[in-house]
């Protein structure tokens, strides 16, 4: 039972963090350019709130991926 609900939080965590991933700016503005995301840059390499919170959302599930992954391989 605890190893289909972390496959599903599995699931759902994947398609955040490629959505999280897609939203970043790369070198042709990306898909984060369509959305009206700052592509400045600044300090620490984000030029506005929405890049910089973009960044820490996506470390974030990032995280939580790799946890997940883990606790998925010890339970089998």
């Given at each position: 039972m605890l190893e289909t609900i972390l496959s599903v939080v599995q699931v759902a965590i994947c398609v955040v963090l490629i959505f999280l991933?897609?939203?970043h700016s790369?070198?042709?503005a990306g898909l984060s350019g369509a959305f009206g995301v700052?592509?400045?840059q600044g300090s620490l390499g984000g030029g506005s709130m929405v890049e910089r919170n973009l960044n820490r959302w996506t470390i974030l599930f990032a995280v939580l991926f790799a946890v997940n992954t883990i606790i998925l391989l010890k339970i089998n």
């Open positions: 991933v897609l939203m790369g070198k042709d700052g592509t400045g």
